[in-house]
């Protein structure tokens, strides 16, 4: 039996599933409102030769094809700007469909590389609190990249194994448990997928994925809600792992029926291979990669009704200007963000105001961090909550990218805006010569800022004596 066959007797259409699974998958993007509104994103790319088509299901989300090979995407000035984010269609469902609202505290267990958290975090206006965790802290790298590139004020990221995540971290009206499967729904990203036998595909993972469950269960709190997901179409790993949870936590979770307007899915199953999965299974859903032209994936929603939740009293408010007082050297760190906050307002002219409605946290005693004033991250050790604003550490302390990119919208001077030729040598991280009215516009040596199409990129150091602009853009980010 093929890899697709072992499902064609679950599935609608299994010509149009097999021909679907099997076809490359298009690009798809969401809008970061928190930079720029999906008009405008439209407006940019559009002249590049991107052609973008609004998701039926998700009006800030397009489908996007390339008319003329124009490179990638993701090296495009308004990714690297944060203006939108690269994330595969059916891999939005599961964030669009927990929905978090405005004053809940959110749990992301499985969250690297961080494209569902991005989502919720954006959606909930960059306040509030997305906890995003993962196993594995070198898949927490891309995760930390994508908050800093997005200009994320609201998520703390914790590396913790899911299955026993502490107590510490509090309650959640939410938890998203999006838990490592077989993937067989990304095989139109990675064919070789189904060239493997199923046998081997679907994973013995099922125990891990009940005992994920049972965790995010029991750190939400009751009348909360909680998301399971995968990414394949094994029923072993879905429904199965839905009805052994029901059936272990009998009384404390039950399925609530879920829907989105404009999306195409079809019923989870109630029988598999002989056996049988309690009715409700059926509100839980499939999403098979014909019905919407996407990947596969799976979605169950359940609702906390009792048991016990572990409650505990809400983690502490961060004070402002929380730094550690452990090192002697307190106050020189103070002074040194003070003086941070001195350049943003004189060089820039910042009002210091745009920072009253944040905490500034000094843990890593390296970078000055920045969170919502309304965040409340957990209260546990390999905790990195918000943005890091000023690098503290160097000779001469260093305003950041993200911190560029987040409050540079209300600089008034020493900005850059760069020609198309600036901008290209300035994401090299290769050194620009300003024009006469650049130059003029520049209160002499130092940092300035670069923006184009109003979009601020990031930070630039100017000489005036060689009228050059060097690029501090991000290694780790530039465009090569
Ligand atoms: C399907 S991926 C998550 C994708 C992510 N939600 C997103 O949208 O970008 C599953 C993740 O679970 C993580 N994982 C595996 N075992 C885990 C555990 N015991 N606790 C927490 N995370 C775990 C893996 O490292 C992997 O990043």
Same mark, same amino acid.
């Given at each position: 039996m093929t890899a697709l066959?072992?499902?064609?007797?679950?599935?609608?259409?299994?010509?149009?599933?097999?021909?679907?699974?099997?076809?490359?998958?298009?690009?798809?993007v969401w809008t970061n409102t928190l930079r720029t509104t999906s008009r405008q994103l439209v407006d940019?790319?559009?002249?590049?030769?991107?052609?973008?088509?609004?998701?039926? %299901?998700?009006?800030?989300?397009?489908?996007v094809s390339c008319q003329n090979g124009n490179g990638r995407l993701g090296n495009h000035w308004a990714y690297l700007?944060? %203006?939108?984010?690269?994330?595969?269609?059916?891999?939005? =469902?599961?964030?669009?469909?927990?929905?978090?609202?405005? &004053?809940?505290?959110?749990?992301?267990?499985?969250?690297?590389?961080?494209?569902?958290?991005?989502?919720?975090?954006?959606?909930?206006?960059?306040?509030?609190?997305?906890?995003?965790?993962?196993?594995? %802290?070198?898949?927490?790298?891309?995760?930390?990249?994508?908050?800093?590139?997005?200009?994320?004020?609201?998520?703390?990221? /914790?590396?913790?194994?899911?299955?026993?995540?502490?107590? /510490?971290? &509090?309650?959640?009206?939410?938890?998203?448990?999006?838990?490592?499967?077989?993937?067989?729904? /990304?095989?139109?990203?990675?064919?070789? +997928?189904?060239?493997?036998?199923? /046998?081997?595909?679907?994973?013995?993972?099922?125990?891990?994925?009940?005992?994920?469950?049972?965790?995010?269960?029991?750190?939400?709190?009751?009348?909360?809600?909680v998301l399971y997901?995968?990414?394949?179409?094994?029923?072993?790993?879905?429904?199965?792992?839905?009805?052994?949870?029901?059936?272990?936590?009998? &009384?404390?979770?039950?399925?609530?029926?879920?829907?989105?307007?404009?999306?195409?899915?079809?019923?989870?199953?109630?029988? %598999?291979?002989?056996?049988?999965?309690?009715?409700? +299974?059926?509100?839980?859903?499939?999403i098979w990669p014909h019905l919407n032209d996407t990947g596969g994936f799976y979605i169950a929603l359940l609702e906390k009704i009792g048991g016990d939740s572990h409650k505990m009293s809400d983690p502490p408010? =961060?004070?402002?200007?929380?730094?550690?007082?452990?090192?002697?050297?307190?106050?020189?760190?103070?002074?040194?963000?003070?003086?941070m906050f001195d350049i943003l307002g004189e060089r820039f002219g910042i009002d210091p105001s745009v920072f009253s409605d944040l905490q500034l946290l000094n843990k890593s005693r390296r970078d000055i961090y920045a969170v919502a004033a309304d965040h409340r991250p957990p209260q546990m050790a390999k905790c990195i909550s918000g943005l890091p604003l000023f690098h503290m550490h160097l000779q001469y302390p260093k305003l950041t990218t993200s911190c560029a990119a987040v409050f540079g919208r209300k600089a008034v001077r020493n900005l850059i805006d760069a020609s198309p030729g600036q901008l290209q040598a300035y994401l090299a991280r290769k050194s620009f010569t300003l024009k006469k009215d650049q130059a003029l516009a520049?209160?002499?040596?130092?940092?300035v800022l670069v923006r184009y199409h109003n979009a601020v990129l990031g930070v630039g150091f100017y000489d005036q004596n060689q009228d050059v602009v060097a690029s501090l853009f991000p290694r780790s980010r530039a465009a090569m």
């Open positions: 066959a072992r499902y064609y007797s679950i599935v609608d259409d299994d010509k149009a599933f097999a021909a679907t699974a099997r076809r490359p998958q298009p690009l798809f940019v790319l559009t002249p590049d030769g991107y052609e973008l088509t609004p998701l039926d %299901w998700h009006p800030q989300a397009y489908r700007a944060g %203006w939108f984010h690269i994330q595969e269609a059916s891999s939005m =469902i599961p964030a669009l469909l927990l929905d978090p609202q405005p &004053g809940e505290r959110v749990l992301d267990l499985c969250a690297a590389p961080g494209n569902k958290t991005a989502l919720m975090a954006q959606a909930l206006g960059n306040r509030g609190t997305v906890v995003a965790n993962d196993v594995f %802290w070198e898949r927490i790298r891309p995760l930390r990249s994508a908050i800093d590139r997005l200009g994320l004020l609201n998520v703390s990221v /914790t590396c913790h194994d899911g299955t026993a995540y502490p107590h /510490t971290a &509090g309650e959640f009206d939410c938890v998203l448990v999006d838990v490592p499967c077989s993937c067989e729904g /990304t095989s139109r990203r990675f064919p070789g +997928l189904l060239k493997r036998p199923p /046998t081997r595909r679907i994973s013995k993972r099922f125990r891990k994925q009940q005992l994920l469950l049972e965790a995010a269960i029991r750190r939400c709190r009751v009348g909360g809600r997901s995968t990414c394949t179409y094994a029923p072993e790993e879905n429904e199965a792992v839905v009805d052994a949870v029901l059936g272990e936590m009998s &009384g404390t979770v039950r399925i609530q029926p879920v829907s989105l307007p404009g999306l195409k899915s079809a019923p989870g199953l109630t029988a %598999w291979a002989g056996q049988s999965f309690q009715g409700d +299974l059926r509100h839980t859903i499939r408010e =961060i004070a402002h200007m929380d730094f550690q007082t452990a090192s002697g050297s307190t106050q020189q760190r103070l002074d040194d963000a003070a003086r520049c209160d002499g040596s130092g940092y």
